[in-house]
Nanobody, 118 residues
Framework: QVQLVESGGGLVQAGGSLRLSCAVS????????YGWYRQVPGKERERVAS???????YYVDSGKGRFTISRDNSKNTLYLQMNNVQPEAAAMYYC????????????WGQGTQVTVSS
C-alpha cells in the first residue's frame, strides 16, 4: 500500500506561485499514475493534474500553462508547481496514487490547504 503525505500549502497572493509536495512511501504494483486533486466545500473533488508512470501528463483546463506536475524518483516525491495562482484555485489539495483507467484514485494523502488572497 502507498502512503502519501502532502506539504507546501498555505496563503498565496493572487498572481503568486506555490509548490506543493507529496512524499510517497510504500509500494502498490497495481497503480500506474500519481495525481493532484482538489476540493472545496460543497463541490466534488476534481483532478487537477496527473502524471502516468510513462510520463503522460494531464491538467485541468484552468491549470494548463500555469501548473506543472513532476516526480523526483530519487526523493520519492511528487510536486505540483502552481504559477499565477488565481482565487478560484483556493481549495484543499490532495495527492493520490491512481490506477487508470479502471479504478481511479486508490490511496489519498491527508490534504494541504491552499488559500489565495486577492
Amino acid at each position: 500500500q502507498v502512503q502519501l503525505v502532502e506539504s507546501g500549502g498555505g496563503l498565496v497572493q493572487a498572481g503568486g506561485s506555490l509548490r506543493l509536495s507529496c512524499a510517497v512511501s510504500g509500494k502498490d504494483n497495481s497503480i500506474n499514475a500519481y495525481g493532484w486533486y482538489r476540493q472545496v466545500p460543497g463541490k466534488e473533488r476534481e483532478r487537477v493534474a496527473s502524471i502516468s508512470f510513462g510520463g503522460t501528463t494531464y491538467y485541468v483546463d484552468s491549470g494548463k500553462g500555469r501548473f506543472t506536475i513532476s516526480r523526483d524518483n530519487s526523493k520519492n516525491t511528487l510536486y505540483l508547481q502552481m504559477n499565477n495562482v488565481q482565487p478560484e484555485a483556493a481549495a484543499m489539495y490532495y495527492c493520490a496514487s491512481i490506477r487508470f483507467p479502471t479504478v481511479g484514485p486508490v490511496n489519498w494523502g491527508q490534504g494541504t490547504q491552499v488559500t489565495v488572497s486577492s
